[in-house]
């Protein structure tokens, strides 16, 4: 393996298969950290004495930490490079993982849940500028939905692998795995990451030039539209991951070996969505592809709504439940990754800070899914049904703000 200085430059275009599967697990920390000690809320709850539902303010402290954090990490890694933000990052995250692990107050334990985001935060701007810096167009939608595909996966396994772990061990063995993972993460990155970004083409900002940065970009019309699209897409999964344990353990009665063979399959189906949009970007333009599966999703969405609200789609029939729901979540794998591209295409100069604001807004509007879910009746499959296509509408509605924003040129297409 070699080893890099930071003043060593990746070739333009050039991502060795090593390096896209370091940055797709150092990109995963986030959901992984997110989603992992889901099955251990009542165990936290128990042993911290936070009281019923304390569990769910942990999480609440864990996304406000997030969206400070790449709020701060895209202007940082502009400023300083790639490699040393992302290194810090992750060492923060390490070792609030590790308090995590072993205090016993439960004020203390959300302090570490904030500060842990905000170094985990990293992992997820920081690899999408990694990703702009090397490589545009079709090459970079291409090394995206392999990013994509772990970034997707984690929040789907991560509640079962968090059970397994309970299995062997205490609600705390999962952060001293989250500790374990990023200290790996961080041997990886020295031992085999070069910074991406020359120090002549960093830039040094002021407050006030940060924050003028951010509105920059939030208005240009090509990255607000298809940053949307992305955005929603992370609502629709999370509304799905919102629901999953109601809905297929109390609704379809699903055992716990049963909920997890689901869980694989429709990771399976997203990873081969991200595979092929990977495949079919050299033959087909984004946009194309983009829409394509925005239609499938559409139409998947509107006929589970229907046959939930008949009562078709439910306890009744569980197999065509799964079936539409694992047809919604394979169409992300073409969304997610071509929306993340294209909302990068006038922001290469920048590329830090238009990854956080695009992160900023996935972890803030596609939280709230979880709250539509939970305001939704239970008791059978419509809060899913409801909640994804919520997300849905919310992606064809930034479409046709995307086809109204200037063309983004025909290296993209």
């Not at 304390?54 to 400023?79: C, H, I, K, N, V």
């Not at 609030?96 to 500060?115: D, E, I, P, T």
């Not at 409801?386 to 109204?404: F, K």
Request: with cysteine; glycine share 12%; aromatic share 10%.
């Amino acid at each position: 393996m070699t080893r890099f200085s930071p003043s060593h430059a990746l070739p333009s275009g050039h991502f060795t298969p090593w390096l896209i599967i370091l940055l797709g697990l150092v990109t995963g920390i986030g959901p992984l950290a997110t989603d992992m000690y889901l099955p251990a809320f009542p165990e936290v709850e128990q042993d911290l004495a936070g009281g019923p539902g304390s569990a769910q303010f942990t999480l609440a402290a864990w996304f406000m930490g997030l969206a400070l954090g790449q709020f701060s990490q895209g202007p940082l890694s502009d400023r300083f490079g790639r490699r040393a933000p992302l290194v810090l990052g992750l060492a923060i995250f390490a070792v609030a993982s590790a308090g995590c692990a072993l205090v016993h107050n439960y004020h203390l334990f959300c302090l570490f849940r904030f500060v842990g985001a905000i170094g985990g935060s990293a992992s997820a701007v920081i690899p999408r500028a990694i990703v702009r810096d090397v490589a545009t167009g079709k090459a970079g939608a291409k090394i995206m939905s392999q990013l994509t595909l772990v970034f997707g996966v984690m929040p789907v396994l991560a509640p079962s692998f968090g059970s397994l772990v309970l299995k062997v061990g205490n609600w705390r063995w999962i952060f001293w795995v989250g500790t374990a993972y990023a200290v790996l993460g961080i041997v990886g990155i020295l031992a085999s990451l070069p910074d991406t970004l020359a120090p002549q083409r960093r830039i040094a900002l002021s407050p006030m030039q940060i924050a003028s940065r951010y509105v920059v970009i939030l208005k240009e019309p090509v990255f607000r539209a298809n940053a949307l699209i992305a955005t929603f897409s992370t609502f629709v999964m999370f509304a799905y991951l919102g629901s999953a344990p109601v809905l297929f353990e109390q609704v379809l009665h699903f055992s716990a070996g049963q909920f997890g063979l689901f869980f694989g399959v429709n990771a399976a189906a997203f990873i081969l969505g991200t595979q092929i949009n990977g495949r079919l970007v050299h033959k087909f333009a984004m946009p194309h592809l983009l829409e394509g599966a925005l239609a499938w999703a559409l139409l998947m969405g509107c006929i589970f709504v229907v046959l939930a609200y008949m009562g078709v789609a439910g306890v009744h029939h569980p197999l065509l439940t799964c079936g539409l729901i694992t047809s919604i979540t394979g169409a992300l794998g073409f969304i997610g990754p071509n929306a993340t591209v294209m909302s990068f295409y006038h922001h290469g100069h920048h590329a830090g800070s238009a990854s956080a604001m695009l992160g900023t807004l996935q972890f803030s509007i596609g939280s709230l899914s979880s709250v539509l879910v939970g305001l939704l009746p239970g008791g059978n499959a419509t809060s899913t049904a409801l909640g994804m296509m919520a997300g849905i509408l919310g992606m064809a509605l930034a479409d046709v703000m995307r086809r109204y924003a200037p063309p983004i040129g025909a290296e993209e297409d």
